[in-house]
Nanobody
């Protein structure tokens, strides 16, 4: 069974930094596009950033210049480096991965990120 395991969430001060990690595990699993979505209270889930297997990135306008997505294909792991977060970035962050072989989508359980002084 394929699982996405997230880590790194928690409380961070405005202007600080935080790095989220998400590892896809499962027999014979290779991830194609991976990414991060988030959902704040009272809002719809929105795209934060995606990265293809070849390294092409896409960011929401709200996080450009502050967040950086990266990946390690050998480990089927995607990262989100969050620099200078603001309270508006407070949300549950969900990891996303598309299986390369079958083009099926998988989601992590979500990790809470709270930006507060």
């Amino acid at each position: 069974q394929v699982q996405l395991v997230e880590s790194g969430g928690g409380l961070v001060q405005p202007g600080g930094s935080l790095r989220l990690s998400c590892a896809a595990s499962g027999s014979d699993f290779s991830a194609g596009t991976m990414g991060w979505f988030r959902q704040a209270p009272g809002k719809q889930r929105e795209l934060v950033a995606t990265i293809t297997r070849g390294g092409t990135t896409n960011y929401a306008d709200s996080v450009k210049g502050r967040f950086t997505i990266s990946r390690d294909n050998a480990k089927n792991t995607v990262y989100l480096q969050m620099n200078s977060p603001s309270p508006e970035d407070t949300a549950v962050y969900y990891c996303y991965a598309r299986r390369l072989r079958y083009q099926d989508d998988y989601w992590g359980q979500g990790t809470q990120v709270t930006v507060s002084s």
